[in-house]
């Protein structure tokens, strides 16, 4: 009896876990609203290259700046935005796409400030503005960021919202990425996010790895230093390709053995929408500057040679990786059954002879960020002050060369 | 596309009243040769004899060369 029923438990979750992975978000909203369009503006999210700029949250509401940016906005922006910031500017009048109504208090609220910098910067030059007939000037040349920033803050006072411009002041810029973390990641994650969800357990039962807490400072797969939070294109990067881990029975309806779904066949708008859902969990990513040169650098690959596998080696004794992973990689090192992450859950030494496992990925720039920047909350550390990139590079050949096989370079696995 | 320039086609720019007191902006009509490369202006056009033709040229921005 408790056989059956386990084991329609079983089946029951599995299937749950494959309409997971095979979920098709909408593109609209719950409420049925496409993007908003506002006079022809679609707030569609900001690409990679301008999603982790965010405008501090002093410069909403500081004097100085806004003063600044009424300077700038006098001379650039009102003969087309208008002295009363109302899109009715004498040169806006012609315009196909008309300029934006900073006093449209729905309209502003719906633009994430990664999306209103874009715009500021590059104007109507790219898609899907361009397309639009926008004659929005691109500034990114003309204006620094602080001057980007103080008219933007300035622009913002024409809305009447006193406060800083940010998604847990105006949920409704984030609403698409909420419908879709509702859908596709609230059974692990957790309504609010903190890896606690109903399905979330039961994929690695009383063990390491549990779904990621989003409102914590702890994310292992970046491109950042150890101990800072993601880019957006870490977090785009691991909702696109998934996590890959032995996990529980339960993950056999993940092909490929994934812990994490790959989000692949999302549309990139909807994976780009549920991530500034995702960092509005966490006000860290509002905190922090220069994000995109704080980013370790991954130099290209070098060439594999002999000596390069032979120094690799050495590394993989010297750097103590065998006391975790073992001589031959196998995550049978003396430490390995004692080794537990930071919420004291058992968690398994990877398996290096197995690198289609890998979680943050097997290609040699993969294996390269992880020896740089750790897996933050595991106990495997960044190596990042210890070697130099070129030792970094002997010692990811060398682990790459412990899998079956002997792949080492081109081929990779994701 | 290629608009075509008549010598009937307004050319205008919107500037700072200079008078003290007055706000807003004023029309200032231009002439071809004032036009420079790189600035980014809005062009009101009718379709004439399988041309588009521009009757306003509206500077937007003036961008340094």
């Known amino acids: ?414 | 596309m290629t608009i075509v320039l008549k010598p009937e086609t307004k050319i205008v720019k919107f500037a700072r009243p200079t008078e003290p007191g007055k706000t807003g902006f004023v029309e200032q009509q231009l002439a071809l040769s004032d036009l420079k490369p790189g600035w980014f202006v809005s062009v009101t056009t009718k379709h004439e004899s399988g041309n588009e033709v521009a009757e306003i040229v509206t500077v937007v921005v003036e961008k340094p060369q």
């Open chain 1, 1 to 414: 009896m408790r056989a059956k029923l386990f084991t329609s438990l079983a089946i029951g979750v599995l299937g749950l876990l494959v309409g997971l992975w095979l979920v098709r978000p909408p593109t609209t909203r719950a409420n049925g609203d496409k993007h908003e369009e506002k006079g022809g503006h679609a707030h569609v999210p900001a690409p990679l290259e301008y999603a982790d700029v965010h405008v501090p949250l002093s410069v909403w509401t500081d004097p100085a700046m806004i003063t600044r940016g009424k300077e700038i906005y006098a001379t650039r922006c009102a003969v087309c935005h208008g002295d009363q910031g109302d899109g009715k500017g004498p040169a806006g009048v012609a315009l196909p796409l008309k300029p934006s109504d900073f006093r449209d208090k729905a309209g502003v609220a719906e633009m994430r400030d990664n999306y209103w910098f874009w715009r500021v910067s590059e104007g109507g030059q790219v898609e899907p503005f361009k397309g639009k007939g926008s004659a929005m000037p691109p500034w990114k040349s003309e204006l620094s960021v602080e001057d980007r920033w103080a008219v933007m803050a300035y622009q913002h006072t024409y809305s009447g919202h006193n406060g800083p411009h940010v998604p847990w002041e105006h949920p409704e810029s984030v609403a698409m990425g909420r419908d879709i973390f509702a859908m596709a990641c609230v059974p692990c994650h957790g309504a609010a996010g903190k890896g606690d969800g109903s399905v979330g357990a039961m994929l690695a039962p009383r063990r390491a790895p549990q779904p990621r807490d989003f409102t914590s400072a702890e994310f292992k797969f970046r491109s950042t230093p150890s101990g800072q939070l993601p880019t957006t294109a870490d977090l785009f990067r691991t909702l696109t390709e998934g996590v890959r881990s032995g996990g529980g029975p339960m993950t056999i309806g993940l092909r490929g053995h994934r812990i994490m779904p790959s989000f692949q066949h999302m549309s990139v708008e909807q994976r780009l929408e549920v991530l500034e859902y995702v960092k509005n969990l966490n006000r860290g990513f509002w905190e922090r500057r220069e994000v995109q040169t704080l980013a370790v650098a991954v130099p290209a690959p070098p060439v594999l040679t002999p000596e390069r596998l032979t120094r690799g080696k050495q590394l993989y004794a010297d750097a103590e990786c065998l006391a975790c992973h073992g001589a031959r990689g196998r995550g049978d090192g003396s430490s390995a059954p004692t080794l537990k992450d930071n919420r004291d859950l058992p968690i398994a030494a990877t398996d290096l002879t197995r690198p289609e496992r890998f979680k943050n990925g097997a290609r040699p720039e993969d294996v390269y960020r992880t020896l740089v920047t750790g897996l933050a909350g595991t106990p495997m550390p960044s190596y990042g002050d210890s070697l130099e990139p070129d030792q970094a590079w002997d010692l990811a050949y060398y682990v790459l060369s412990l899998s079956r096989g002997g792949r080492t370079t081109e081929a990779g696995f994701r």
